[in-house]
């Protein structure tokens, strides 16, 4: 059994909640139930969710419910404890694999890494096929935060789809305290704004900063100065066919012999 | 010994520049001994460390080293400072500290002036410093030294009166002011009509001696009272913007204090240079006393420090707090207390 | 008001301390640096030493390297055959082995993908440089050091795990 | 930052990012094996405990269990660094509110802690030893015991520091009732450990989520909470941590079985697509990684969910109208490493 089988689509159904958990050969009743809790008290607003029997439990809603959302999780259901908020990019790296600097399991000789680059860095302007994780998104940036009942035990991780035009979401900060720096750092990671937000400045970055680090089209300078040191640098022998073929027929004579 | 013969017999203006010679040296001295053996020998003792070994034999030398360093150091001035307050202030801090070697007593005859109201010159040339540390503080332009001025300021003024009260009982049991007086009242004392060992006046004067310790703790800003220097809160205190040999006066005049301030101790509750069994009045207290004295100061020192190793600081609000409700109420206490048994007896 | 019983324990355990540390039998916690030195565990990642001779070249430790800081060169060469009467073989003979340690983050991970054990760390550590430049240590230097690596320890009771050898 | 109004606190910001080196970014080029490497440097104090939540996450995705040996010996190292971590903050407690004796003392015997942690990984402070389906290595001769011996030490530690900081009355006035947190606010901001344990909270991953790669199951210990929220009880609570943690090694000492270390794995790590998120109950506190992978050789995404970052993210709250000095003992005692903090 692979739990994970249902992870990877990205085709979206609407009514996924109840879908997902048939799926899925265990049946997690507890975080089942968390599942329809969310969906009784947002309603529509719960687009998708998954579940990982015994593991843990994925709800995808809408943007608008974002802020709604942590208002149920806090002050209906219990969900006290904010583990962190966050994002993600889920844009393939236009850097290629960005780690040509491992060996390709293909054994292939790993390609220098700056001709890598330039073809698809404004990849995000041509159609990429976005892979989401699990429960499922249409776009390109996802919010991500997961809240933790101390009660009961249990964690809920949260998604939303943001539209690449609109990077904005309503705040958590004045229902969790604490995502008041969790926010500042996604803004200035990943360039997604939230709205009613008291106090939002850079966190880490110095104000003149350009760029967003975490977006995947962000290059890593420093994997971008240095020519790789793994490529293979061995020099052949300089009377390379011949001795080769020399080598060849002698052995087979040899063992002859 | 040459002391008291040049004492004897040379002109006033010699006997003052010699004095004050002595002084000069005995001061940095003082400091260097109490810095190396307290600062780093005891207090790494007690944190299982060894403290210094390369300068000199076992590292005695060490702050010797550390005061080369701090002449070689560029001298530097805020740009903002009020220069001359600035350049003062070490000044007023270590001159306050020096008077004090004016009046104590290391013998019978070694004394560099025996004033009639010594212990109260004392008190009063210590509270000198508070001007310089103000001064210090107010002059850096730095928050952090203003911060630290300030609470010096307060401090050690709160603590000044404490330190005076718990003198009082002494002086009125000794009933005189004067530092060899105060010091033959306990050599002629006699405890439980035993009048072999004298009476130092820790044994009456046991909760003055208590409060003038804790006192003395707070007057030079050692921990637990160390609220004014405290790095960790205003990097230093007002001695941040300090460097060089300008430091080093701050430096030097926080371990003569505390020398003096042992000293002091020594002399009032302990006795001072008396030894048991020799004549106060004989030659012999001149060469004894000053080993006397030392040997006393050195306990009392090892108390003061061992004080400053062990415990963390008050906030200022509670060591004020701790001074003006417990301190000085008990040693007025203390005043009332030994007065009323002066009378009596 | 304070009470007495906590402030007088504290003093008692700085006074413990201080006779501690005066005792002969005690000491102190701490050695004098440069005259006496503590030994480090066998274990102690310190600096990798290179057995050159087991080296043939196949890169596995650069690139696993998470800071790039293995360099290598080689060249194909013959060598003398395993065996007496045999053919000799096509080895890969080292041109350069260099470890820039002013960007090794010593993690060790070099040293443990290695297939033919050619890296071993060394528990040395003296190896400071007032250059940053001289901190780039050639296969001659790496070879140096493998004088100085300690045999692996024995296991503890209850292992599975095969005890190994250093080359000398 | 704080803007003050004589020696009171109007606001206090704290400004991280001075350290912030993009861990997050590095881990998308890295691969599984050369991550641990680096988060190692998270909370460099108890740098172990960093890379065991993200092995459990690959491990979680790649659906691979350590042997028992290796799960043992991991639990074990586990609570060493918390050991090697709390019990400098024991003493950097003391140095911070002007008691530098307690800090030697604290270093010195940390140093058994450390000499432990490097006899049996080779690294001090960054060991590298945990790996995904076991442990690099199996522990070297003598280890044991020489840890045990270690444990008294601590546990002596923790007798000085309760005589010498704990129970000394100055270190209670400065503490007592200083930058309360009541359990509400401690939860909202995210704030975990110790710090949430002392606002009375009974929580501790450890005992209640246990990550399945880790073995506490097999010792018999206690979670401590206290009820006041206050400096003082973060203090307290830390304390008991230790000496609890120093009985739990010596628990799992005695019952590490015999066997191997490693599981099969394949030699080239290639983590399945999916997505885990892994908290383990590390010295600051919940320390997790949401590893999202896409069948690659390197993480697709790493968030990593520090403890400190969100346990300083409580300073401009608590820190309304304090004066300086007891601002001092909010943050010695909500204790941070400026790493785990800015990643």
Redesign the interface.
């Known amino acids: 059994m692979n739990p994970?089988s249902s992870?990877?689509t990205t085709d979206e159904t609407a009514e996924a909640p109840a879908d997902e958990a048939v799926e899925t050969v265990e049946v997690d009743e507890r975080r089942q139930a968390v599942v329809d809790q969310f969906t009784e008290l947002l309603g529509d607003a719960v687009v998708q969710s998954h579940i990982r029997p015994g593991?843990?439990v994925?709800i995808r809603v809408t943007r608008d419910a974002w802020a709604t959302t942590a208002d149920v999780a806090?002050n209906r259901l219990g969900f006290?404890?904010?583990?962190?908020l966050?994002a993600?990019?889920w844009l393939p790296?236009p850097f290629g694999?960005?780690?040509d600097?491992?060996?390709d399991?293909s054994g292939a000789v790993a390609v220098d890494d700056a001709d890598a680059s330039p073809g698809e860095a404004d990849a995000d302007a041509g159609p990429v096929a976005l892979?989401t994780?699990?429960a499922g998104g249409d776009t390109r940036f996802q919010l991500?935060a997961?809240v933790y009942d101390?009660r009961n035990?249990i964690?809920v991780?949260f998604r939303a789809d943001l539209p690449d035009d609109d990077l904005a979401a309503p705040t958590w900060s004045t229902?969790?305290?604490?995502a008041?720096?969790?926010e500042r750092e996604v803004r200035e990671?990943f360039g997604i704004n939230f709205i009613g937000h008291p106090h939002m400045v850079?966190?880490?970055?110095p104000g003149e900063f350009e760029g967003y680090?975490?977006r995947k089209d962000?290059p890593?300078l420093?994997?971008r100065v240095k020519p790789w040191p793994g490529i293979v640098d061995v020099e052949q022998m300089p009377t390379d066919g011949d001795e080769d073929a020399g080598d060849l027929r002698c052995r087979r004579r040899c063992r002859r012999q | 010994m040459n002391e008291l013969v040049l004492a004897i017999e040379l002109a006033f203006w010699q006997q003052t520049l010699i004095k004050v010679l002595v002084a000069a040296v005995l001061v940095p001295t003082t400091a260097l001994i109490f810095g190396i053996v307290f600062l780093f020998k005891v207090m790494s003792w007690?944190?299982?460390?060894m403290g210094p070994q390369e300068a000199g034999p076992r590292g005695l030398l060490q702050l010797l080293a550390d005061g080369a360093k701090f002449l070689q150091k560029e001298d530097i001035i805020p740009d903002k400072a009020d220069r001359f307050v600035f350049k003062a202030a070490p000044v007023v801090v270590l001159a306050s500290t020096f008077l004090i070697y004016v009046i104590l007593p290391a013998g019978p005859d070694l004394i560099i002036s025996d004033l009639p109201t010594g212990i109260f010159f004392a008190m009063a040339v210590s509270s000198l410093s508070v001007i310089g540390v103000l001064m210090a503080g107010w002059s850096s332009s730095n928050k952090y030294a203003l911060?630290g001025g300030l609470r010096a300021g307060g401090q050690l003024i709160a603590y000044e009166l404490p330190l005076i009260l718990a003198v009082v009982g002494v002086v009125i049991q000794a009933g005189s002011l004067s530092m060899q007086d105060i010091v033959l009242a306990q050599a002629n004392g006699s405890m439980l009509g035993f009048s072999g060992v004298g009476l130092p006046f820790l044994i009456t004067q046991i909760l003055g001696f208590g409060i003038f310790m804790v006192a003395i703790q707070a007057e030079l800003t050692q921990?637990?009272f160390?609220?004014p220097v405290?790095e960790?809160?205003?990097v230093g205190g007002f001695h941040v913007e300090y460097t060089g040999f300008r430091f080093l006066f701050f430096f030097l005049a926080e371990f003569a204090t505390a020398f003096a301030f042992a000293a002091i101790a020594a002399t009032l509750f302990l006795g001072g240079w008396y030894v048991p069994g020799i004549d106060p009045d004989s030659m012999l207290a001149n060469v004894v006393g000053p080993i006397a004295l030392f040997v006393k100061i050195m306990v009392v020192a090892f108390l003061i420090f061992w004080f400053r190793?062990?415990?963390?600081?008050?906030?200022?609000?509670?060591l004020q707090r701790f001074a003006w409700k417990y301190l000085i109420p008990l040693a007025l206490v203390n005043i009332t207390i030994t007065g009323a048994l002066v009378v009596a007896l | 008001m304070?009470?007495v019983?906590?402030?007088v324990?504290?003093l008692?355990?700085?006074f413990r301390?201080m006779v501690e540390t005066l005792k002969p039998s005690g000491g102190p916690?701490t050695v004098q640096y440069p005259h006496e030195k503590e030994e480090?565990?066998?274990?102690?990642?310190g600096v990798i030493a290179l057995h050159e001779e087991n080296c043939t070249s196949c890169m596995l430790c650069s690139r696993?390297c998470?800071d790039w800081c293995i360099y290598i060169e080689a060249h194909k060469t013959l060598a003398p055959p395993r065996r007496a009467g045999g053919k000799p073989r096509q080895v890969n003979k080292l041109d350069r082995f260099a470890i820039d340690y002013s960007l090794c983050?010593?993690?060790?991970?070099c040293v443990?993908v290695c297939p033919f054990d050619a890296l071993f760390?060394s528990p040395e550590y003296e190896f400071s440089e007032v250059s940053i430049a001289d901190l780039l240590h050639e296969k001659q230097r790496l070879g140096e050091w493998m004088d100085t690596v300690p045999e692996f320890?024995?296991?503890?009771?209850?292992?599975?795990?095969k005890g190994r050898k250093v080359p000398r | 930052m704080a803007k003050l109004d004589g020696?009171q606190v109007v606001r206090c910001e704290p400004i991280?990012?001075y350290m912030?080196r993009?861990y997050?970014?590095?881990c998308?080029?890295?691969?599984y094996?050369?991550v641990?490497?680096?988060v190692?440097r998270i909370d460099w104090l108890g740098s172990f405990a960093n890379e065991v939540p993200f092995i459990l996450a690959a491990e979680?995705?790649m659906d691979v269990e350590a042997p028992p040996?290796a799960q043992v010996i991991r639990t074990i190292l586990f609570e060493l660094s918390r050991l090697g971590n709390i019990s400098l903050f024991l003493g950097d407690l003391?140095?911070?509110?002007?008691?530098?004796?307690i800090g030697?003392?604290a270093f010195?015997d940390r140093?058994f802690v450390l000499?432990q942690i490097?006899?049996?990984?080779?690294?001090?402070f960054?060991p590298?030893f945990d790996r995904i389906g076991g442990i690099?290595?199996?522990?070297?001769?003598?280890?044991?015991a020489e840890t045990k011996r270690a444990m008294d030490r601590i546990r002596r530690l923790c007798d000085?520091f309760e005589?010498?900081?704990l129970?000394?009355?100055?270190?209670?006035?400065?503490t007592r009732g200083v930058g309360v947190i009541p359990s509400?606010?401690a939860?909202?901001?995210?704030?975990?450990g110790a710090n949430l344990r002392a606002t009375g909270?009974d929580?501790d991953l450890r005992r209640?989520?246990c990550p399945p790669g880790l073995s506490y199951d097999l010792a018999d210990w206690k979670v401590w909470t206290h009820p006041d929220g206050d400096s003082y009880a973060r203090t307290w609570v830390r304390l008991q941590e230790v000496r609890e943690s120093t009985h739990i090694v010596d628990q799992l000492l005695d019952s590490?079985?015999?066997?191997?270390?490693m599981a099969k794995v394949p030699r080239?790590i290639?983590v399945?697509?999916?997505?885990?998120?892994v908290?383990t109950e590390n010295p600051l506190g919940?320390m997790?990684y949401?590893v999202?992978s896409?069948g690659?050789?390197?993480p697709f995404?790493v968030?990593i969910?520090s403890a400190s970052?969100?346990n300083i993210?409580?300073v401009p709250?608590v820190s309304r109208g304090v004066?300086?000095?007891?601002l001092?003992t909010i943050m010695?005692s909500l204790y941070f490493i400026l790493g785990d903090i800015?990643r």
């Open positions: 994970l992870a990877d593991d843990d994925w806090r006290t404890f904010f583990d962190f966050s993600m990019d790296s694999r960005d780690m600097a491992q060996e399991t892979e994780g699990y991500l997961r101390v035990h964690g991780t229902t969790y305290l604490g008041d720096w969790h990671m850079n966190l880490y970055l680090p975490l962000f890593l420093a994997r | 007690m944190q299982s460390r911060m921990p637990p160390d609220m405290a960790s809160e205003v190793f062990t415990y963390p600081r008050f906030r200022e609000d509670q | 304070p009470k019983p906590g402030m324990k504290g008692g355990v700085t301390t916690a480090p565990a066998a274990r102690a990642r696993e998470p983050m010593y993690c060790g991970i443990e760390w320890e024995p296991y503890e009771a209850g292992s599975e795990a | 020696e991280p990012g912030h993009g997050e970014k590095l998308e080029v890295r691969t094996p050369q641990t490497t680096l190692n979680k995705l040996r003391g140095i911070q509110l002007g008691g530098l004796t030697f003392y010195r140093e000499n490097e006899s049996a990984t080779g690294g001090r960054h590298n690099k290595d199996d522990l070297p001769k003598g280890w044991i000085e005589e010498l900081v129970g000394n009355e100055i270190f209670a006035a400065r509400d606010v939860l909202s901001y995210g704030m975990s909270v929580w209640d989520a590490i079985p015999s066997g191997p270390i080239i290639k399945p697509a999916g997505e885990a998120y908290a919940e997790g949401y999202v896409k690659d050789l390197v995404r968030k969910r970052f969100n993210s409580v709250w004066i300086i000095p007891d001092i010695a800015d």
